[in-house]
């Protein structure tokens, strides 16, 4: 069989279940022929608006319709404003992005670098205080980070607006918070990465036949630490979207993260379902990209999915040592 | 060349490298992983065996030379590289020689290459030159097929080949090899010891081979050095050291070499250790002679994609009533595969398993079989829990088959460890404070609590040092005659086989390939493969049961 | 690991913290000054002592007039019972499923490998706040259920990685064909050496349940006043962060120590361990 298709197949799969999750969470969160009228409305009305959303057919249609509103982009109604859910979540989203894009950005630049430096210096001071950085960085949540901050810099000293979006000095704070704490995923990652593949006897073959280090670093090192590191740069853009979220109402940001806490505060169920898919579906498709680029980096790879077109005798025996 | 002929004259030379004074300490590490005072020459185009047990600091040499010990270690000495004296403390200074002056090989041939980069890559990285050239001297005939090919795609031997034309790419003086054939099948090893053999004296390089072999170094080198722990403690002419050895540990470990010629005694033990603990009786000998059938099995393995593979092509083979019977093969061949299908490891598609006349059908397991049949795998380590104390892995069998009361199991167990010379001080320890040994002993100590009537031993000794490998083989010899156990004996190594086996079997790609007493079978081997497999053995001078004539340097 | 001393400076330290916030949670009433419900409107926001306060409120009190030092040690012992609660579910919900599907394999295997990849793909924090929005409101027991299913597919992936290498493992094989049952096999051996990996992974991500209380408390979407936590104090406080600092910084120092010094413990742990 073919791999991309199996692959293909897992993520509709995973998005499935998504959508199931979202459904069933949806049943649950209440009637919503009673969220939409006021309770002095007749029966009939209910009953003709039950009729016409499908409510008394068999859950499993239910399911069908709910599948075929959502291919039409529809996520239904936000009770707390009265528009499109989707189109509220999407009127937000741009802020959302203008800050996670940048904090994860500058969480690279500044994280694998610093995993790069502590690895080449593995057991010196520069590594354990690397190590030591990074474990606290890990043990502190951006919104405490933002805090302190918040404190001490517009506060205390009174040099950065503390909330809102007033200039560009509005981004220093937000994004720090969400930096600090994934330069330190990052670096911690990044080392222990770095140190696996220094450790492979690869790197000592090649240091015996006389190739210079920052050679080896650069042609045997940094390729086999690439794989990792892409994995975990797709893993974590998710969850770096969910402490933008987080920041954002800390630092009262008129973006979605802080639509989705209102959301959920509020019971306003469509706004949270929408922000769910958005997020899950292209975390589906983040990730079924990053495996599609395994493919390109690693030919073990390549080969072993090749191998699910390949005629069977090309094999190697899967016995290994009998 | 020429210059290597001319400087081979008449002119005493000068060593190429001197090394003297070698220490190394380790500051995390204890005293067995310590070297003290190594010194020894040289010559240009010379070769140099250095063996020992594992522990004997042969490695740790080898990296103390070529200045790639960690960062923590501490080492002391001098060498003369050419002419030059460098200090062995400082690695710095030793960096600049490797590559163009010295190189080296290790054993694991596989990870010696980046999994990411071509075969190509690999010798672009180091000339400028055709990389063909040096593929081709390493002993790969068609260089250009390979160029594209990635590490996981080539065999074993394969890579250790292109390892060598790595190394041989900036032309070193001198080749350090750490055990580079010992992941390989023995017909393989065979190609490159012979193929080593011949570049040394091409190119007039000096080569250090590194090894735990004896008949490999007596194959392949000029002199050789025996360490044991840490220290250097006989050196001189190959055929000296191994014919008439000096040191008594040289003594000890040339006599545990299992060998045809001592052929059933025992190696370094006197017969009957476990005359300590009464055994019960051997099982009255009744029903057939045959004790252990296989009626034309056949084994299928799937592979991912679904598509099956043939480990085992409908083999059919006996184990008689207290008889040793070897089963050879390279890796690959099916041979621990055929061995499973008799415990319900491996099931076979077609074809019975005979227990004494009964069908073993593991759809439908009784008790009675798993005690019958005992296994015992390659690696002790992996064989006994890592969480567990000795005495209770020993006990387990008993308490799974509920055979006696509990203080029973425990002096059973107790007894059987004590026999299997296990000291007493041992049982309540964890598998990871034992040696690789003492380990085996407990493994086969466990597989004796039920008094089996069937052994298993799948590669037991191959991941032992030479002298615990010869205490196993006794043990297993005495096994045999006081209680009258059958054995199936599986390995790769010959020379074992050779020594402990009443009849071998050899199998080939899931084939049956030959069958017959030991003597016959080695003597006068039918198969084509069997003889190619037979001459490959490397051998020790007076031992050789077939007068095999010692590698000569060809191109 | 330094190769100087099996147990460093820091992790002593790291040690000596954690006990002192689990006697803390354990004796949390009996060391309160004031009841944490006692409201006192004529003491509004009292300084600490070390800001000018005095010793009735020791820790100063908010904007209820509410001792602080009696809503920390409140808030220490709901915040750590409930990632306790939390991370305990969740490995042993992981451990359990993973264990299952790594042994048994075919389609339990499938089934279990598309909720872990679900788990995994879907950030966590969005899956939690859908399930918070549709829970019931103020409802403890659902909120420690929610916060074990955070992080249960990294149990599961791990033990299921167990289960699966051990099936290949000769002192797995040793005792299948000594006859040993799998039930035995797998409580007897797989699990007793899993269990080291279980710990560590459990040390590791207890301080990010924390975090994750925390967090949700904070937003006002996780425990509900009256009933209070760590995180609650802080996002009660936060309107306060000009006038009264201390109603905001004393609880957010308190949780950055005790999710520090488990981290610490943590980090240690996995290192001596090894595993990733």
């Given amino acids: 069989m073919n791999w991309l298709l199996l692959r293909s197949g897992r993520a509709i799969l995973t998005l499935l279940l998504l959508l199931t999750f979202t459904f069933f969470t949806l049943a649950a969160s209440g009637d919503p022929a009673l969220q939409k009228f006021s309770p002095d409305v007749d029966l009939a009305t209910i009953a003709a608006f039950r009729e016409k959303w499908g409510l008394n057919e068999p859950i499993w249609k239910q399911f069908l319709i709910y599948l075929e509103r959502l291919a039409h982009f529809d996520f239904g109604m936000s009770y707390r404003t009265g528009r499109p859910a989707l189109e509220v979540v999407l009127d937000r989203v741009p802020v959302t992005l203008s800050l996670a894009i940048p904090s994860i950005v500058l969480s690279i630049v500044i994280g694998i670098p610093l995993g790069f430096y502590a690895a080449m210096n593995k057991g010196r001071l520069a590594d354990r205080i690397t190590i030591l950085v990074a474990v606290m960085g890990l043990a502190i949540p951006p919104f405490l980070l933002g805090i302190f901050l918040m404190y001490v810099f517009s506060i205390w000293l009174g040099w950065l607006p503390p909330s809102g979006y007033v200039n560009w000095t509005s981004y220093i704070m937000p994004v720090a918070s969400i930096s600090a704490v994934y330069a330190a995923i990052f670096a911690r990652f990044t080392r222990s990465a770095m140190v696996e593949v220094m450790s492979h006897p690869m790197i000592e073959t090649a240091k015996a036949s006389g190739l210079a280090t920052g050679l080896v670093q650069r042609v045997h090192v940094l390729p086999n630490v690439l794989l990792p590191l892409v994995t975990i740069t797709a893993l974590e853009f998710g969850n770096v979207v969910t402490f933008a979220a987080v920041i954002e109402n800390l630092f009262s940001w008129p973006g979605a993260g802080t639509l989705l806490i209102e959301a959920v505060a509020g019971r306003d169920y469509a706004v949270v379902e929408a922000v769910l898919l958005l997020t899950g579906s292209t975390m589906i498709l983040a990730n079924f990209l990053t495996d599609l680029s395994y493919g390109l980096i690693d030919p073990r790879i390549r080969d072993y999915r090749r191998a699910y077109r390949r005629s069977p005798d090309q094999l190697p025996s899967p016995e290994g040592a009998a | 060349m020429i210059e290597a002929n001319q400087s081979s004259g008449v002119v005493p030379l000068q060593p190429l490298l001197s090394i003297k004074g070698l220490g190394v300490g380790f500051s995390t590490g204890t005293a067995t992983s310590t070297l003290s005072s190594i010194s020894f020459d040289l010559m240009p185009g010379e070769i140099l065996g250095i063996v020992g047990e594992s522990g004997s600091g042969k490695s740790v040499t080898c990296r103390a030379i070529t200045g790639l010990l960690p960062n923590f270690a501490r080492v002391r000495g001098e060498m003369i590289f050419d002419g030059q004296s460098r200090s062995l403390s400082s690695p710095r200074m030793l960096a600049p020689l490797r590559g163009a002056d010295m190189a080296m090989i290790f054993q694991d041939p596989m990870s010696a290459l980046d999994p990411l980069m071509t075969v190509r890559r690999h010798l672009r990285l180091r000339t400028k030159e055709d990389p063909a050239i040096y593929l081709r001297q390493a002993g790969i005939d068609e260089p250009n097929t390979l160029l594209d090919t990635y590490a996981h795609q080539l065999s074993g031997g394969q890579c250790q080949r292109v390892a060598i034309a790595c190394a041989l790419s900036r032309n070193p003086r001198l080749l350090i090899a750490d055990e580079p054939t010992t992941a390989l099948d023995v017909t393989v090893q065979a190609g490159i010891l012979r193929r080593l053999k011949a570049l040394s004296a091409e190119r007039n390089m000096a080569i250090i081979f590194v090894t735990h072999d004896l008949a490999v170094v007596y194959q392949l080198c000029d002199r050789v050095l025996v360490m044991h722990q840490g220290q250097v403690v006989e050196s001189g002419d190959v055929k000296t050291v191994l014919t008439a050895p000096k040191a008594p540990y040289t003594q000890d470990l040339i006599r545990a070499i299992p060998r045809p010629a001592v052929r059933g005694e025992r190696l370094v033990t006197v017969p009957g250790e476990l005359g300590q603990y009464s055994f019960p009786a051997p099982p009255a000998i009744a029903g057939g002679h045959q004790l252990l059938e296989f009626q034309a099995v056949k084994v299928q393995y799937k592979r991912p994609d679904g598509s099956n593979v043939d480990a085992v092509k409908d083999v059919s083979l006996t184990l008689k009533r207290g008889e040793i019977l070897g089963l050879v093969g390279e890796s690959g061949s099916g041979k621990s595969t055929l061995a499973k299908t008799a415990v319900g490891l491996a099931r076979p598609i077609s074809g019975n398993v005979m227990l004494d006349g009964e069908r073993l059908d593991w759809n439908a397991p009784r008790m009675q079989w798993r005690r019958d049949i005992q296994y015992i795998f390659q690696d002790p380590r992996g064989a006994l829990d890592p969480s567990a104390r000795i005495l209770s892995q020993v006990r387990m069998p008993l308490d799974v088959h509920r055979l006696g009361e509990a203080s029973e199991r425990d002096a059973r167990a107790r007894a059987l460890m004590r026999a299997t010379r296990l000291e007493d001080a041992l049982f309540s320890r964890k598998p990871a404070s034992l040696s690789g040994g003492q380990r085996q002993r407990a493994t086969i100590a466990r597989a004796l609590t039920l008094q089996p009537k069937v052994l298993i031993c799948d590669e037991s000794v191959s991941a032992l040092d030479v002298s615990i490998q010869a205490r196993v083989l006794d043990l297993l010899m005495d096994l045999r005659e006081k209680l009258g156990i059958a054995i199936l004996f599986i390995s790769h190594d010959l020379s074992v086989i050779d020594h402990l086996c009443d009849r071998v079997a050899v199998m080939r790609q899931g084939e049956l390939v030959e069958e017959g007493e030991t003597e016959a079978l080695f003597r006068q081997p039918v198969a084509d493969y069997t003889q190619d497999l037979i001459a490959a053995i490397p051998r020790l001078p007076s031992f050789a049961g077939v007068q095999i004539a010692r590698i000569e340097a060809m191109a | ?276």
């Fill in chain 3, 1 to 276: 690991m330094s190769p100087s001393g099996n147990f460093p400076l820091l992790i002593v330290a790291s040690f000596l913290i954690v006990a002192v916030f689990v006697l803390l949670a354990i004796f949390a009433a009996p060391l309160s000054p004031h009841n944490v419900a006692d409201i006192n409107l004529l003491a509004r926001f009292r300084p600490p002592v070390f800001l000018g306060g005095t010793w009735d409120y020791p820790l100063g009190t908010d904007r209820l007039g509410r001792d602080m030092l009696s809503l920390i040690l409140r808030g220490i012992q709901i915040s750590l019972t409930i990632a306790a609660v939390g991370t305990i579910c969740g490995a042993i919900f992981g451990t359990t499923l993973g264990l299952l599907s790594g042994w048994v394999g075919g389609l339990l295997d499938n089934l279990v490998g598309i909720l872990v990849d679900f788990q995994a793909t879907i950030p966590n924090l969005i899956l939690i706040l859908a399930l918070v929005t549709i829970m019931p409101e103020a409802n403890f027991v659902a909120f420690v259920i929610i916060m074990a299913m955070y992080g249960w597919d990294r149990y599961a992936r791990l033990a299921r990685a167990i289960a699966l290498n051990a099936k290949n493992q000769p002192y797995v094989q040793a005792q299948q064909v000594i006859g040993a049952s799998a039930f035995r096999i797998v409580t007897r051996s797989v699990l007793p050496n899993f269990m080291a990996v279980l710990l560590v992974t459990m040390s590791l991500s207890f301080p990010q349940t924390i975090l994750l209380e925390t967090t949700l408390s904070f937003l006002g979407i996780g425990i509900q006043p009256p009933d209070t936590s760590l995180g609650v104090l802080i996002g009660e406080g936060r309107g306060q962060l000009y006038n009264a600092p201390w109603v905001v910084l004393l609880p957010a120092s308190v949780i950055l120590l005790a999710t520090i010094s488990i981290s610490m413990l943590g980090d240690w742990a996995r290192d001596r361990v090894g595993v990733d």
